[in-house]
């Protein structure tokens, strides 16, 4: 079973910045639908930013020009960097994919809808 490992989260001022990981274990052979999301306490969760299924970029329109979307893959992992960062940031980000297959025991098998563990952002004065 695959599993995404998120890093980077913490405390940052208003207008820092701090940029998330998420790495997919095992030995991956395809990731589709690479995405970010968040939850603020009372509130739903939301996506913040994504790979599109044609490759492009699409984002909240809350940090539209200050989070950017990335990814290396030949390290499976999936990257958010957050610039300018705001008080109504703050939340758990959890980082999703859509699809990913991989090799386990000689075999090939394909998991979807995978979730993170969640990473607290606290932006705070």
């Known amino acids: 079973q695959v599993q995404l490992v998120e890093s980077g989260g913490g405390l940052v001022q208003p207008g820092g910045s701090l940029r998330l990981s998420c790495a997919a274990s095992g030995s991956i052979f395809l990731i589709l639908g690479m995405g970010w999301y968040r939850q603020a306490p009372g509130k739903q969760r939301e996506i913040v930013a994504a790979?599109?299924?044609?490759?492009?970029?699409n984002y909240a329109d809350s940090v539209k020009g200050r989070f950017t979307i990335s990814r290396d893959n030949a390290k499976n992992t999936w990257y958010l960097q957050m610039n300018s960062l705001k008080p109504e940031d703050a939340a758990v980000y959890y980082c999703h994919a859509d699809r990913v297959t991989y090799f386990s025991g000689g075999t090939r098998d394909t998991d979807y809808d995978i979730w993170g563990q969640g990473t607290q952002v606290t932006v705070s004065s």
């Open positions: 790979f599109t299924s044609g490759g492009t970029t």
